[in-house]
Protein backbone atom coordinates (compact mmCIF):
# COMPACT_ATOMS: atom_id res chain seq x y z
CA UNK A 1 0.00 0.00 0.00
CA UNK A 2 2.63 2.21 1.23
CA UNK A 3 4.49 1.94 -2.67
CA UNK A 4 1.23 2.52 -4.32
CA UNK A 5 0.85 5.81 -2.39
CA UNK A 6 4.41 6.89 -3.35
CA UNK A 7 3.70 5.60 -6.88
CA UNK A 8 0.34 8.06 -6.83
CA UNK A 9 2.47 11.04 -5.47
CA UNK A 10 5.30 10.78 -8.27
CA UNK A 11 2.76 10.39 -11.60
CA UNK A 12 0.77 13.23 -9.84
CA UNK A 13 4.18 15.36 -9.11
CA UNK A 14 5.83 14.82 -12.20
CA UNK A 15 2.03 15.59 -14.20
CA UNK A 16 2.18 18.79 -12.65
CA UNK A 17 5.46 19.17 -13.61
CA UNK A 18 5.05 18.76 -16.74
CA UNK A 19 2.26 20.57 -16.99
CA UNK A 20 3.81 24.04 -15.79
CA UNK A 21 6.93 23.54 -17.90
CA UNK A 22 4.25 23.62 -21.08
CA UNK A 23 2.54 26.32 -20.25
CA UNK A 24 4.34 29.94 -21.61
CA UNK A 25 4.00 33.46 -20.18
CA UNK A 26 1.63 35.47 -22.78
CA UNK A 27 2.91 38.11 -24.14
CA UNK A 28 1.00 41.14 -23.82
CA UNK A 29 1.12 44.59 -25.95
CA UNK A 30 3.82 46.34 -23.52
CA UNK A 31 6.03 43.35 -23.65
CA UNK A 32 6.48 42.42 -27.60
CA UNK A 33 8.28 44.43 -30.58
CA UNK A 34 6.31 43.93 -33.06
CA UNK A 35 9.13 45.49 -35.90
CA UNK A 36 10.68 42.36 -35.49
CA UNK A 37 8.21 40.01 -36.90
CA UNK A 38 6.63 39.77 -40.10
CA UNK A 39 2.96 39.59 -40.03
CA UNK A 40 -0.15 38.30 -41.87
CA UNK A 41 -3.27 39.79 -42.51
CA UNK A 42 -5.92 37.11 -41.34
CA UNK A 43 -9.24 39.22 -41.39
CA UNK A 44 -10.20 43.16 -42.34
CA UNK A 45 -12.98 44.81 -40.48
CA UNK A 46 -14.57 47.86 -41.72
CA UNK A 47 -17.64 49.84 -40.07
CA UNK A 48 -19.90 47.71 -42.62
CA UNK A 49 -18.20 44.77 -43.54
CA UNK A 50 -15.70 42.10 -42.25
CA UNK A 51 -13.75 40.12 -44.76
CA UNK A 52 -11.20 37.37 -44.09
CA UNK A 53 -8.25 36.73 -46.27
CA UNK A 54 -7.32 33.00 -47.42
CA UNK A 55 -3.80 33.69 -48.53
CA UNK A 56 -4.16 30.00 -50.39
CA UNK A 57 -5.63 31.68 -53.27
CA UNK A 58 -2.74 33.86 -53.75
CA UNK A 59 0.41 33.08 -55.90
CA UNK A 60 2.71 35.68 -53.84
CA UNK A 61 4.35 34.55 -50.99
CA UNK A 62 4.07 37.91 -49.47
CA UNK A 63 0.26 38.35 -50.57
CA UNK A 64 -1.35 40.75 -47.51
CA UNK A 65 2.25 40.72 -45.63
CA UNK A 66 3.42 43.32 -43.31
CA UNK A 67 6.95 43.90 -42.38
CA UNK A 68 9.13 46.52 -41.05
CA UNK A 69 12.19 47.16 -42.29
CA UNK A 70 14.54 48.78 -40.12
CA UNK A 71 13.81 51.50 -37.36
CA UNK A 72 11.31 53.80 -39.12
CA UNK A 73 10.50 52.20 -42.55
CA UNK A 74 7.57 49.36 -43.67
CA UNK A 75 6.78 47.55 -46.46
CA UNK A 76 3.03 46.20 -47.09
CA UNK A 77 1.88 44.80 -50.03
CA UNK A 78 -1.67 43.41 -50.64
CA UNK A 79 -2.40 40.19 -53.18
CA UNK A 80 -1.04 42.68 -56.07
CA UNK A 81 -0.36 46.19 -54.97
CA UNK A 82 2.53 47.17 -52.70
CA UNK A 83 2.95 50.16 -50.35
CA UNK A 84 5.92 51.22 -47.83
CA UNK A 85 6.46 54.12 -46.01
CA UNK A 86 7.59 55.04 -42.60
CA UNK A 87 6.25 54.37 -38.91
CA UNK A 88 6.62 56.04 -35.56
CA UNK A 89 5.97 53.91 -32.55
CA UNK A 90 5.18 56.72 -29.98
CA UNK A 91 4.38 54.02 -27.21
CA UNK A 92 3.65 50.69 -26.80
CA UNK A 93 0.58 50.11 -28.22
CA UNK A 94 0.21 53.66 -30.01
CA UNK A 95 1.30 53.84 -33.56
CA UNK A 96 1.66 56.01 -36.98
CA UNK A 97 2.09 54.88 -40.67
CA UNK A 98 2.56 57.53 -43.50
CA UNK A 99 2.78 56.26 -47.61
CA UNK A 100 6.08 57.22 -49.13
CA UNK A 101 5.48 54.33 -51.83
CA UNK A 102 2.05 53.13 -52.95
CA UNK A 103 1.15 51.67 -55.92
CA UNK A 104 -2.31 50.50 -57.22
CA UNK A 105 -3.05 48.35 -59.57
CA UNK A 106 -6.70 46.75 -59.77
CA UNK A 107 -6.93 42.66 -59.37
CA UNK A 108 -9.55 41.05 -61.44
CA UNK A 109 -11.33 40.03 -58.89
CA UNK A 110 -14.12 42.83 -57.85
CA UNK A 111 -14.09 41.86 -53.77
CA UNK A 112 -10.23 41.57 -53.98
CA UNK A 113 -9.78 44.99 -54.97
CA UNK A 114 -12.79 46.10 -52.16
CA UNK A 115 -10.45 44.16 -49.58
CA UNK A 116 -7.08 46.26 -51.02
CA UNK A 117 -9.01 49.77 -51.12
CA UNK A 118 -10.44 48.81 -47.33
CA UNK A 119 -6.67 48.24 -46.44
CA UNK A 120 -4.88 50.84 -47.55
CA UNK A 121 -7.58 53.04 -46.14
CA UNK A 122 -7.93 51.66 -42.70
CA UNK A 123 -3.70 51.46 -42.52
CA UNK A 124 -3.20 54.62 -43.48
CA UNK A 125 -4.95 55.72 -40.42
CA UNK A 126 -4.31 53.35 -37.84
CA UNK A 127 -3.43 55.10 -34.31
CA UNK A 128 -3.16 52.24 -32.17
CA UNK A 129 -2.57 48.75 -31.63
CA UNK A 130 -3.06 45.80 -29.32
CA UNK A 131 -1.08 42.53 -29.18
CA UNK A 132 -2.57 39.57 -27.47
CA UNK A 133 -2.19 35.18 -28.03
CA UNK A 134 -0.12 35.57 -31.53
CA UNK A 135 -2.08 38.14 -33.16
CA UNK A 136 -1.84 42.03 -33.47
CA UNK A 137 -4.43 44.06 -34.23
CA UNK A 138 -4.17 47.43 -36.00
CA UNK A 139 -7.33 50.03 -35.16
CA UNK A 140 -7.94 53.72 -36.69
CA UNK A 141 -10.76 55.57 -37.73
CA UNK A 142 -11.37 53.03 -40.54
CA UNK A 143 -11.54 50.15 -39.08
CA UNK A 144 -8.98 47.44 -37.75
CA UNK A 145 -7.09 44.84 -39.27
CA UNK A 146 -6.17 41.54 -38.01
CA UNK A 147 -2.62 39.82 -38.40
CA UNK A 148 -1.40 36.86 -37.10
CA UNK A 149 2.74 36.32 -36.60
CA UNK A 150 3.75 35.16 -40.01
CA UNK A 151 5.58 31.37 -40.05
CA UNK A 152 8.99 31.02 -41.16
CA UNK A 153 9.14 29.51 -44.90
Do not use: P
Request: aromatic letters at 12%.
Amino acid sequence: MKIFKKSILSITFLSMTLVTAGCKKEISTEEIDITQYEWEVKEVNTSEDSYDIDKSTYFRSDAYVLKFTNDTAFRFNTSVNLAGGNYMIEKKGKISLTYSLFDEVNALNALENMINEHLFLIINQVTQYEFSHKTLIFKGDNGKIIFTQKEED
